[in-house]
C-alpha cells in the first residue's frame, strides 16, 4: 500500500500570514498520462471534508486562488498565500492512483 | 439541488450488521461512482471502497473485505453500504462521496452518518 506522510501535524497560524502543508508518498503518483493522482481536502470543523485540489495542482470550483497546490511524484505541497480564518480545520491528502486509496494523517490548522 | 443526503444514525450490537444509505440528485447518478469513507472519533479519514454506478464494479479495502457490501439502485439514485460483523471498532461516522472517472476526486460528499456499536 502507498503511504502518505503529512507534515505538520498541527500549524499554528497568524491570520494574513502565509501557511505550508507537505504530503509525502511513499512511491510516485505520476501516472503515464501526466497527472498525479493525489488531492487535497479540508475538513472544517463538525462538517464533511470537501474537496481543494485536485490532481496535484488544480483548485477546486469555489476554492480561492490565494490556496494553491503543487508539487509532482512522491513530494507535494499545499499552500495558503494568506491565511484567514475560514481556513482553520484539519487538510488530508490522498493518493488516487491505485486502491486500496490512502490517506495522510491530517494536519491541524488553528488560529493562533 | 446537487447533494447526497445519507441516512440517519444507527445504534448497533457487536456482531449486527448495519446498511447505510447514500441518495444522491441533482446530476446524472449512472455518470459517477461513489465512494465511501469513514471516520473514527478524533481519528483521521479511512478509505473504505467504491463502486462504479455505470457498471456495478466495486472495490474494498483489503481489511474490510468480507464484511462490507456496496451496492446501488438506479432506480432510485440511491447508494447503499453494509457493514456486517461490526465490532466496536466500527464506531465511526460513515460518509458517501461522488467521484468522476478518470479523475477519481470526491467533488461531492455526504453529510455522513454515525453508526455506534455498543452492547
Known amino acids: 500500500d502507498i503511504v502518505m506522510t503529512q507534515s505538520p501535524l498541527s500549524l499554528p497560524v497568524t491570520p494574513g500570514e502565509p501557511a505550508s502543508i507537505s504530503c509525502r508518498s511513499s512511491?510516485?503518483?505520476?501516472?503515464?498520462?501526466?497527472?498525479?493522482?493525489m488531492d487535497w481536502y479540508l475538513q472544517k470543523p463538525g462538517q464533511s471534508p470537501q474537496l481543494l485540489i485536485f490532481?496535484?495542482?488544480n483548485r477546486a470550483s469555489g476554492v480561492p486562488d490565494r490556496i494553491s497546490g503543487s508539487g509532482s511524484g512522491t513530494d507535494f505541497t499545499l499552500k495558503i498565500s494568506r491565511v484567514e480564518a475560514e481556513d482553520v480545520g484539519v487538510y488530508y491528502c490522498?493518493?488516487?492512483?491505485?486502491?486500496?486509496?490512502?490517506f495522510g494523517g491530517g494536519t491541524k490548522v488553528e488560529i493562533k | 439541488q446537487v447533494q447526497l443526503v445519507q441516512s440517519g444514525a444507527e445504534v448497533k450490537k457487536p456482531g449486527a450488521s448495519v446498511k447505510v444509505s447514500c441518495k444522491a440528485s441533482?446530476?446524472?447518478?449512472?455518470?459517477?461512482?461513489i465512494t465511501w469513507v469513514r471516520q473514527a472519533p478524533g481519528q483521521g479519514l479511512e478509505w473504505m471502497g467504491w463502486?462504479?454506478?455505470?457498471?456495478?464494479?466495486?472495490t474494498y479495502a483489503r481489511k474490510l473485505q468480507g464484511r462490507v457490501t456496496m451496492t446501488t439502485d438506479t432506480s432510485t439514485n440511491t447508494a447503499y453500504m453494509d457493514l456486517g460483523r461490526l465490532t466496536s471498532d466500527d464506531t465511526a461516522m460513515y460518509y458517501c462521496?461522488?467521484?468522476?472517472?478518470?479523475?477519481?476526486?470526491?467533488?461531492?460528499w455526504g453529510r455522513g452518518t454515525l453508526v455506534t456499536v455498543s452492547s
Open positions: 490532481l496535484g495542482s
Open positions: 512511491q510516485s503518483l505520476l501516472h503515464s498520462n501526466g497527472n498525479n493522482y
Open positions: 462521496a461522488r467521484y468522476g472517472v478518470p479523475s477519481k476526486y470526491f467533488d461531492l
Open positions: 441533482g446530476y446524472s447518478f449512472r455518470s459517477y461512482g
Open positions: 463502486i462504479n454506478v455505470y457498471n456495478g464494479d466495486t
Open positions: 490522498i493518493q488516487t492512483l491505485q486502491t486500496p486509496l490512502t
